[in-house]
Every structure is written in C-alpha cells, then in structure tokens.
C-alpha cells in the first residue's frame, strides 16, 4: 500500500467511524430519553437487563452536600477551623473532602451536625436527578458484537474501495460548489 492509498484508507475508516459514532449517538439518546421517561412515569431509576446482551442503567444523583461558594466557605473554615484554612485562604483538598462527608443536608441548607450550624458556601446537590446512561455488555455479548462489527468492517471497506481517490465537492451532498 503506498502512501496514497494509506492516507485514503485513513480517511475512509475515520469517515466510517464518525458516522457510526454519530449512529450510536442517535440511539444513546434514544435509550436516554425512554430511561428519563420511564424515571418520571415509574419514580424509580431503571436497570434494564437485556437477556444475552448486558445491563442498561440510569443513574441518578443522591442528595450530598457540595461547595457551591468557595469563598463563603472558606470564610467560615477560617473563623472555625483555621488550621485547616491554607495561608492563601484555599480549604485543603483533605479537610473539604472529610468535611463533605461530615455535613448533613436539612431541606436546602447544609448543617454542620457538630454545631448545628449552617454551613456557609454549601448547597444541597437534589437526589433523583437522571445522570449519565451507561450500557455494560456481557462478555459474550462484548464479543460478539466486537466480532460482528469487524465482518460489517471488512464489508463496508469493500464498498469502501468503490470511492474515487479524488471527488469534486460539488458532487458531496453538503460540499463546497
């Protein structure tokens, strides 16, 4: 294969692969939409196990305390925990992170059980919102499917070979004229 030809099969795997990419997006979205309404109808986060397939899940966020001011935050560590306050008046990483874990949301404040304080620079992060849908394939399934993309693969680039070296623009649905 000469460099030609190489750079043309880059460009014709790299084409394929941005439209299948852009294919499975399309039905990731799909998936997607059907879990969010599922998660409204139902109240509950959907897992579907598809049978010689894998898992489809939605994840949904639980009710946690976050930093959603840095600077009140770190006011009030300061006048609470200075120790633990950083001379450039930055929480340490360490500290945020017990501190993080030590907070308890009430309604849609952050408290500081300890004191029964109101924790400044926090915010109640809501549980029960959808997050990201993740497909976890089966061994076999990974497999097959890996198998079965390779022969449509080895198919499509023989279609593929049909595509001229040089195209006119004009002759690309979308192209420059």
């Given at each position: 294969m000469n460099r030609t030809e190489r750079v043309q099969e880059v460009l014709r795997l790299e084409g394929l692969a941005d439209a299948a990419k852009k294919r499975a997006a399309e039905h990731r979205a799909a998936l997607?939409?059907?879990?969010?309404?599922?998660?409204?109808?139902?109240?509950?986060?959907?897992s579907w196990r598809l049978p010689d397939i894998g898992t489809v899940?939605?994840?949904?966020?639980?009710?946690?305390?976050?930093?959603?001011?840095?600077?009140?935050?770190?006011?009030?560590?300061?006048?609470?925990?200075?120790g633990e306050v950083e001379t450039v008046h930055q929480i340490r990483a360490s500290f945020q992170t017990a501190l993080l874990g030590r907070v308890v949301c009430d309604g849609d404040v952050v408290v500081d059980p300890g004191t029964g304080e109101v924790v400044p620079g926090m915010a109640v992060r809501l549980g029960g919102m959808p997050q990201s849908l993740s497909i976890r394939p089966s061994r076999d399934a990974r497999a097959v499917y890996a198998a079965a993309g390779a022969q449509m693969l080895d198919g499509l680039l023989l279609l593929a070979g049909e595509v001229p070296g040089h195209l006119d623009p004009a002759d690309v649905p979308g192209g420059d004229r």
């Open positions: 997607d939409a059907d879990a969010r309404a599922e998660l409204e109808r139902e109240g509950t986060a959907p899940a939605l994840a949904v966020s639980k009710e946690a305390p976050v930093v959603a001011d840095i600077e009140a935050l770190t006011k009030w560590c300061l006048a609470r925990y200075p």
